[in-house]
Every structure is written in C-alpha cells, then in structure tokens.
C-alpha cells in the first residue's frame, strides 16, 4: 500500500521568512503533484514533477523531486501572508494507470505579518 | 478551456436519507474523472475512479456507489447515509495522459444529522 508522508503537517511563521515542506513516499514513483486548498475551497494544482531532479518554481514557491530517496520538498521563500493555505503532496505511483493519486494529509501553514 | 462544475455546493441529510451528488465536465472528452472525500482536517480519500463510460473503479469498501451515465457525467450516490458519510466531497477529471495533473471542483460539503 503507497503510503504519502508529510511533514510539518502544522506550520506557523513569520512573513519573510524560509521554510521547506517534506513529502516522504513509500513506493516508486516518478510523478508528484502538489495542491494547495485555502479554507473551504477546493484545490489548486501548483506544480507537476515528472522525473527525478525535477524542479519548479512558481513566486515565491519552489518544487522538488528525488526519486531515488522517494522525496519531495516544497520550499517557500521569503514567505507571505497570502501564501496561508493548507498545502497537499499526491503521488501517482509508477505504471499506476488512471487510477487517483494517494494524498499526504496536507500541511497547514499560517504567517503571520 | 475545460471547466469542472459539482453541485449541491452543500448539503444537510438526515441518517438513512438517499444521496446523489452529481458532477459534469466541459471543454474535454474521455477524461478520467474520480470521487475524492476528505474528513474535517484530513487529506484526501480517493472513493472512485473512471475512465470510460460505464467504467467504475471503487477503492474503499463502503455505502456509496458511483456511476458514469455520459462521457463527462460522474455521479455519487447512497442508497442510505451514515453519520460517517459526513465530509467535503471532491470531484476531479485529468486528461487521458500521466502528465496532467488532475483538475479540482469547489466540492460539496455534506453533513449528515
């Protein structure tokens, strides 16, 4: 059974500052998607990682793939309060097919001005 | 552009009430479209996944069936809710390719008394 790992799973900071999610998964796997959901909404794609070494960067946020530790990091940079949402890891585990990705269970990350 | 619509956007039903909570996509064809539920504070549980016509996968053992009338038409359903069918249900659809990400609606929030 793929298991989907994240942590912090709770994250409060300070505007301005760094920090880096942690996505850890227990299979093979060489796509990662993440996601973010602000408070009762839906989700948001943000980035698609489709190889190993894989890096995107969209503002102030950047994506990572490794797949041979099975990892993928999302750092924020000088972080801002509009960037508060609960962000969301998945995995499509390799020759998986069609069938839905597994979800890690969402960091929340709050900043504070 | 594609386009994902859901509705009810919320929901009050009493234990042992049928549901049926439709979803319809525009703008594609033969997308693979899934049933997601996530509990208060959790992640994402996939419930079911298609990818054609007529075409049901189900992942989790439970009281809800799905069903794909027409190609973008995806349909949740109970015969009889559970206090525990209460949560924020998703509908998504991704194109027919392992690249795509897979596309959110705004969800249906579904409590049950």
């Known amino acids: 059974e793929l298991k989907v790992e994240q942590n912090p799973l709770f994250l409060s900071m300070q505007e301005g500052k760094n920090y880096t999610i942690y996505c850890n998964y227990s299979t093979t796997s060489d796509r990662l998607y993440w996601y973010r959901q602000d408070p009762g909404k839906s989700l948001e794609s943000l980035f698609v990682l489709l190889s190993n070494g894989a890096v995107k960067q969209e503002g102030r946020l950047m994506a990572s793939l490794d797949t041979k530790a099975r990892l993928s990091t999302l750092h924020i940079t000088a972080a801002v309060h509009d960037l508060s949402a609960t962000y969301f890891c998945a995995v499509d585990p390799l020759g998986g097919g069609a069938d839905g990705l597994t979800f890690g269970k969402g960091t929340h990350l709050i900043i504070q001005p | 552009s594609q386009t994902i619509h859901q509705w009810p956007a919320t929901l009050v039903q009493p234990v042992g009430s049928p549901l049926s909570l439709e979803c319809t996509v525009e703008?594609?064809?033969?997308?693979?479209l899934y049933w997601y539920r996530q509990a208060a504070g959790r992640g994402l549980q996939l419930l079911f996944y298609s990818v054609g016509i007529g075409q049901i996968s189900s992942e989790v053992p439970q009281n809800l069936s799905a069903s794909r009338p027409q190609d973008r038409q995806f349909i949740l359903s109970s015969k009889k809710l559970l206090l525990s069918d209460s949560g924020f249900y998703l509908c998504?659809?991704?194109?027919?390719?392992?690249?795509?990400?897979?596309?959110f609606g705004d969800g249906t929030r579904l409590s049950i008394l």
């Open positions: 998504a659809w991704s194109a027919d390719s392992r690249n795509q990400p897979q596309h």
């Open positions: 703008g594609t064809s033969n997308p693979n």
